[in-house]
């Protein structure tokens, strides 16, 4: 799995494509920024921040406040890789949200996206 060009690609530059895919399904903002700060443990003005300071996936996961101690729940397929199987870390943490969109976007329980 090559990486180095996500890691260094802008949060921002993906930000839209995520509320483009969960709005198209009926979803918010909102909904996608309560999975975001779950995950990461950000708020919304430090979102805006690096959405604004366009800071690269791989600072955007290192600078993360606290990543949810419940993250090794989320399992599955997400771009024909099982998450809990990624050795990358970063990779996986990026897999991890692209899985928590997915899953809002298909109308998954919000309960359930959160491993509630």
């Not at 260094?8 to 979803?27: C, I, R």
Request: hydrophobic share 35%; with cysteine.
């Amino acid at each position: 799995m090559e990486n180095h060009k996500v890691f260094k690609m802008s949060f921002a530059s993906v930000y839209p494509h995520y509320v483009n895919k969960v709005e198209k399904k009926g979803k918010t903002k909102d909904e996608l920024h309560t999975i975001i700060f779950w995950l990461t443990g950000y708020n919304e003005q430090q979102l805006q921040n690096l959405i604004e300071d366009k800071t690269n996936f791989e600072d955007f996961f290192k600078n993360a406040p606290q990543l949810n101690p419940n993250v090794t729940k989320i399992t599955g397929v997400i771009c024909g890789y099982r998450v809990e199987e990624i050795e990358d870390k970063l990779m996986q943490k990026i897999r991890y949200l692209d899985k928590l969109v997915d899953e809002l976007a298909k109308g998954k329980a919000m309960e359930k996206i959160l491993r509630s």
